[in-house]
T-cell receptor, first 116, second 114 residues
Framework: GAGVSQSPSNKVTEKGKDVELRCDPI?????LYWYRQSLGQGLEFLIY????????KSGLPSDRFSAERTGGSVSTLTIQRTQQEDSAVYLC??????????????FGPGTRLTVL | DQQVKQNSPSLSVQEGRISILNCDYT??????FLWYKKYPAEGPTFLIS?????DKNEDGRFTVFLNKSAKHLSLHIVPSQPGDSAVYFC?????????????FGKGTHLIIQP
């Protein structure tokens, strides 16, 4: 399909392990965001990529979190030395641009991360 | 400190009646507001938005009202239908978003009863 895909859909890991979450945005979309939703919380902004510009990492909760976007397309979010508080649904958003075009934002189905 | 608040975790409305979902914000710099709808196991989908230069935006059965002085917005769905049962997120941004991302509320679970 032409939507945003994320993998894996579910990930269960042990505390202290590293995990990598993948997002395949819609082809041609220049903007990509990562959000997460913890239990009982709203969606929390993590990081934003716009084209080839340096990403805005202001939302990353700690230095254990990093993300990259290769070739302006696929993005991976890496969490090192996972902690139980990292358990959440991680959502990727693909958009045509970063301006006032949120009606063109498309969310992926999310990756549910559980840290035991 | 939550900048976008949805104080009702859930709301139950009878089919055919009006559903009113409320959202309050604290950051006076927010100038663009959106509502997203989310079904279980799916990502949120955009529903309707409003810029701070307006006080109302209507799209079919959905209308969003913005009261800037009260820092309050609401989503009206009329008439409510069973397929409207979902979690609704209110979101806000500064200058159309971009690098600031969106600030979301915790969501309101709307249940439409037959």
């Amino acid at each position: 399909g032409a939507g945003v895909s994320q993998s894996p859909s579910n990930k269960v890991t042990e505390k202290g392990k590293d995990v990598e979450l993948r997002c395949d945005p819609i082809s041609g979309h220049t903007a990509l965001y990562w959000y997460r939703q913890s239990l009982g919380q709203g969606l929390e902004f993590l990081i934003y990529f716009q084209g080839n510009s340096a990403p805005d990492k202001s939302g990353l909760p700690s230095d254990r979190f990093s993300a990259e976007r290769t070739g302006g397309s696929v993005s991976t979010l890496t969490i090192q030395r996972t902690q139980q508080e990292d358990s959440a649904v991680y959502l990727c958003v693909s958009a045509q641009g970063g301006g006032p075009s949120y009606n063109e934002q498309f969310f992926g189905p999310g990756t549910r991360l559980t840290v035991l | 400190d939550q900048q976008v608040k949805q104080n009702s975790p859930s709301l139950s409305v009878q089919e055919g009646r009006i559903s009113i979902l409320n959202c309050d914000y604290t950051n006076s710099m927010f100038d663009y507001f959106l509502w997203y709808k989310k079904y279980p196991a799916e990502g949120p989908t955009f529903l309707i938005s409003i810029s701070s230069i307006k006080d109302k935006n209507e799209d079919g059965r959905f209308t969003v009202f913005l009261n800037k002085s009260a820092k309050h917005l609401s989503l009206h769905i009329v008439p409510s239908q069973p397929g409207d049962s979902a979690v609704y997120f209110c979101a806000a941004s500064v200058s159309g978003g971009g690098a600031d991302g969106l600030t979301f509320g915790k969501g309101t679970h709307l249940i439409i009863q037959p």
